[in-house]
């Protein structure tokens, strides 16, 4: 059995000419709401995941903050920002077996077609969206084909 954590990242500052898309940081609520996801990943008893996050600066941030209290190593993987189905789920199967749990830090609409494909469901995923997917599996290279349930989604 592995847990599978999919966060979209926190709420960044809108759009504007002056930064492009990649490079917009979070605003002062989203580094809030990244905080809170953190607290809630601390009263799930989560102890050394594989953290992989999109190396835009919104996910980074938000990576950064929650990862902060923990300790945790994050691993930025450049495939995630805009990424689509098949290349999420490719990241996550080359995810080491040593790891039990990870926490993916990304984007809509990927981040919502992740969790359409594993609940059957079109559930929407805000900014700071938490879910937890718990995927019937062994190794991570069998997430494609896995049971999963999804045992809660939450945003702050």
Known sequence: MRVLYLLRHARPIPPDRARSDFDRPLSTAGRIDAAKVSHVLSTEGVTRPFVISSPANRARETTEIVIASHGWSPNYESRIYEAELDTLIALISQIEDVYEDAILIGHNPGMES?????????RAMPTAGLAKVVLE??????????????EWLVSP
């Open 137 to 150: 599996i062994d190794a991570w290279r069998g997430c494609a084909n896995a049971n999963t349930q999804v």
């Open 114 to 122: 992740l969790l359409r494909y594993f609940t059957g469901e079109l």
